[in-house]
């Protein structure tokens, strides 16, 4: 089955702070999404990329920034971290529509 | 707003009833639905797809489809308590794009 680990599984950050959330998969998908989720709103989806080196806007990206260094590794960057930004972020992979989630990142921002 | 909306928002049925959620994209482009399953506390995973019109059966799950509507329903019979959970629907336009608009899903408890 596919695996999607995700680092860390918990954070509480402060106002204005950096945060980096890690994402790393090992099934050699092209690929990956980042999503955050909120009671009500289901799963929103902030980045994702296709590949390598590529990384492309989703439906929220505002405050948010990502990268692809690698085909195993999708970062989500927050450089000044706000509290509306607190929530459960979940990673994914997957080719061909079906999606592969992590176990999700709880972020505070207090 | 979102251009996948689900119904109803909660579901409450008892152990052995049948349960049965709907889902309906208002983007005109998409042709292919995905159900996904969200236990407490856990990542979702996709429980079926469906990108014929029609319907498909796997176990007590059945997806309907209809494209002209854009409307797609899970009906879950002898519904079991391990079936409480979060069910999100899906769409997008094709398969092999992989970019999913989800819904903000629909909480079914089932009552032993």
């Known amino acids: 089955e596919a695996a999607v680990t995700q680092s860390p599984r918990n954070k509480v950050a402060v106002t204005g702070g950096k945060v980096t959330l890690s994402c790393n998969q090992t099934?050699?998908?092209?690929?990956m999404y980042w999503y955050r989720q909120d009671t009500g709103h289901g799963l929103r989806l902030i980045h994702y990329?296709?590949?390598?080196?590529?990384?492309e806007k989703g439906d929220i990206p505002d405050g948010y920034k990502a990268s692809r260094p690698s085909q195993e590794n999708f970062s989500l960057i927050l450089e000044l971290a706000t509290p509306s930004q607190t929530s459960v972020y979940f990673c994914a992979s997957g080719d061909g529509g079906e999606q592969y989630f992590g176990p999700g990142t709880r972020l505070t921002v207090l | 707003q979102q251009k996948v909306q689900q119904s109803p928002e909660s579901l409450i049925v008892p152990e052995g009833g049948m349960a049965s959620l709907n889902c309906t994209s208002s983007?005109?482009?998409?042709?292919y639905f995905w159900w996904y399953r969200q236990h407490s506390g856990k990542s979702p995973k996709m429980l079926m797809?469906?990108?014929?019109?029609g319907e498909k059966e796997e176990g007590r799950f059945t997806v309907h489809l209809n494209k002209a509507s854009l409307h797609t329903s899970l009906h879950i019979r002898d519904s079991q308590p391990s079936d409480s959970a979060l069910y999100l629907c899906?769409?997008?336009?094709?398969?092999?794009?992989?970019?999913?608009?989800f819904g903000a899903g629909t909480q079914l408890i089932v009552i032993p």
């Open positions: 099934n050699n998908h092209n690929n």
């Open positions: 899906a769409a997008s336009r094709g398969s092999a794009l992989g970019r999913l608009h």
């Open positions: 797809s469906i990108f014929s019109n």
């Open positions: 983007d005109r482009n998409v042709d």
């Open positions: 990329s296709y590949g390598a080196g590529s990384t």
